[in-house]
Structures are given as structure tokens and as C-alpha cells.
């Protein structure tokens, strides 16, 4: 039983996303430490016969926090309610949606780093000792009602490990942070999402589209799908690196698969600042990001991919960024 509260998953990229999205562990691709422990917490649970301690994913958005959540529930055969921190703006939301649960469900709660204070206290409890102490009335009157609910497995994810309150923090029994996905991780992720949109794929190809998508599983879905279609109006059935690199570089995707944000990054790096340190709240206000996004979604990618550099003074680009942006690297002199 899948249950979506309506203004999480509405956009056209999530429906598809779902199509692709993998429903058990085996086939969600790479992430071998993360399997690998996840399997042994699942397995332990339900040898016990109890639902599993809480879990939180963190990491850059499009690399399976998500589906991670539907695979726990689909893994023990159990439901699922998805919801997200914005969309749990008073304590009666989440009050409704815990007292709506059956024993073992799965509450997947995405953007938890964004729920309101008083909500997050009640999320301590039910966590917790999984009751619901609601109090009705205002004043001398007030009274708490103590309700019971059943024991559940929340799965928690965010993009802003940094945003997510020490105490609520304490309560997943189980944490991890995913990375960035290598080529090769990519590689199988669009080939097996090439599969099964029925599409015939070089290696190569699959290669090209991996290399320009960010490290990021979302993205290459959605660049096979613009590959795909391009291959369609160009009446082609065999996608060669040839084809995707030309459908790629008609939707202005990037080489290295640097989105907007990250070429107006480096952009303010070699241009405005040619040369020298920047703190990282001077590039916030250049590229309208707030600093903890900045800090936690986009620099990791930058610095993986060798185009940022965070020094003690401030953040640098690499030469590699400058001959990426089509600038001669500052000479040494000149920092
Ligand atoms: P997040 O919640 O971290 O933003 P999602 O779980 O929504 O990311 O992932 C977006 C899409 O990317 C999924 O629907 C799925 O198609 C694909 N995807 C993500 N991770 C994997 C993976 N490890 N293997 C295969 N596909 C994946």
C-alpha cells in the first residue's frame, strides 16, 4: 500500500522517476556499504519480529534517499505514508497522519530538516515511545490526551545533515550519508533504466550519459529520457555516444554535467575573482544560493569533480575549472 500526500510527489519528473524507481535492494545500484548494512539491520528486525530502529538518509538531492524509503517498506512487506518536513506545518498534521498508521508501517518524512519546532517535539515522542501526547484546549483548561499508536519505522531524509537537530538526530538507530555516484555506478544506472524504457543503448553511449550527469542517478534518468527523445525524431533505434553526446549538447547539458548553480559558482571563482580565495558567503550572495546549500550540495560535487578547492582562506578554483569555463588559469604571481 503505497499512500503519497498530495504536494510531495506532483511534479512530471517524479512520476517517471518512479518507473525507474528500483523497489528492492538488489536492484538499487551501487551504494555497496549502505546495502550491505541496511540489508543486516532489515534481516535482524525481522528475525526479531519488530520493526526496524529508525533510519536517516543525507546526501545531495537525486541519489535515492526516496527510494530507499519505498525499498524498506517493500524489503519487509510492510506499508507505506510519505510526507515531508514543509508539509508538516502544524502538530495536528502529524498528529493525524501517525494515528492513521497500521503497526510496521514505514513514514517516510523527506526535508526533515524542515520541520517546524513544536511538530519535531512530537516526532520525539512518537519515535520514541510511540504515543502521541496531544494537548487539547488553551489556558488553565488545557488537558493532554495520551494516545497509543502503533510501532513504526520512520525513514528520515535530507539534503542538510547540518540542519538536522542534535535530538532528532539521536533517535534514527541507523544513519548514512550517500555520495556522489561514480561514472561506473552511473553506467549501470542508465543501463538499466535503458532496459526498461525498452531502448537499445551502446555502452559507449550509456558511458556519455553517465559522465554528464552529475554523479547524480535523477539526472541521468532524465538525460537518457531527452536522449531518447532525440533519437526518436531523428528516427534512430540504436543510441550510439555519438547520438547522446548531440541530444545532450541540444538541451545544454554540460560536459561534466555541471548544472546552472555550478557554473555560476565557479563563474564568480575565475571571473569576479579571478584568482584569489573567496569566503563562502560572498559566493552566496553572488549565485542567490544560501551558504549551508551551497556548502552541502553543491561544493562536494565541485570538489570531487577537482574543479573547487576550500582553503583556510576562502574557496579557489582549480585550473581545470578555469580551462573548463574557456579561461586561461591566473598565473601564480597574480593570486
Ligand atoms: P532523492 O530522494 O535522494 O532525491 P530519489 O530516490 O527520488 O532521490 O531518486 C531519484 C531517481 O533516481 C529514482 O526514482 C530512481 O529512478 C533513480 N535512482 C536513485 N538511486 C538509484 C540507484 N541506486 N539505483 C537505480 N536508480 C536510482
Redo the contacts with the bound molecule.
Sequence with gaps: EVNVEKNLIDTYDAQV??A???SLLD?????SELKSQLRVVLQAAESRGEPPDHLLFA?P????????AFIVAEELGRGIRVTSGPALGRVGDLAALLSDLKAGDVLFI?EIHRLPRPVEELLYIAMEDFRLDVVIGKGPGARTLRLEIPRFTLVG?TTRSGMVSGPLRDRFGYSYR?DYYGDEELRK?VL??AKLMHMQLTQAAADEIASRSRGT??LA?RHLRRVRDYAEVEGIAKITDELASDALALFGVDKLGLDKVDLEILRVLCERFTGRPVGLSSIAVSVHEDAGTLEEVYEPFLIQRGLLLRTQRGRLATERAYHHLGYPPPSPEGQ
Design positions: 522517476d518512479s525507474l524507481r528500483p536492484e538499487f545500484v551501487g551504494q546526501g538531492p537525486g541519489l535515492g534517499k526516496t527510494s530507499l523527506d531524509a550517500l544506472v538499466r533504466s542517478p535523477r534518468n
